[in-house]
């Protein structure tokens, strides 16, 4: 079992950075593949970013590829988004999902936080 939350959400102006981190309870986190997934309001949940375990290979989409970067502390049990360059788009709520092996679509996700919103400006 794991258990996510996720923190860092919030109001930025477009062209902006925040930073979110998901805090996860388990001893196992590290057997863990951790994304990040979006729902827009209206709008289905989405594949944002992975990381495949500890082995450092990360997976995005291609609207955030090159200006999000997903990282992970094994030691601390959490995980980053990073995110940069920041689009109205992009406005969000941002969800913290495990899985033990990859899959793009969040059906298949078994774990989940209860989300942190972000809101970008133009």
């Known amino acids: 079992q794991v258990q996510l939350v996720e923190s860092g959400g919030g109001l930025v102006q477009a062209g902006g950075s925040l930073r979110l981190s998901c805090a996860a309870s388990g001893r196992t986190f590290s057997s863990y593949v951790m994304g990040w997934f979006r729902q827009a309001p209206g709008k289905e949940r989405e594949f944002v970013a992975a990381?495949?375990?500890?082995?450092?290979?990360?997976v995005y989409a291609d609207s955030v590829k090159g200006r999000f970067t997903i990282s992970r502390d094994n030691a601390e049990n959490t995980v980053y988004l990073q995110m940069n360059s920041l689009k109205p788009e992009d406005t969000a709520f941002y969800y913290c999902?495990?899985?033990?092996?990859?899959?793009?679509?969040?059906?298949?996700?078994?774990?989940w936080g209860k989300g942190t919103l972000v809101t970008v400006s133009p």
């Open positions: 990381m495949i375990r500890s082995g450092g290979n990360t």
């Open positions: 999902a495990a899985v033990l092996n990859f899959r793009y679509n969040y059906e298949s996700w078994n774990y």
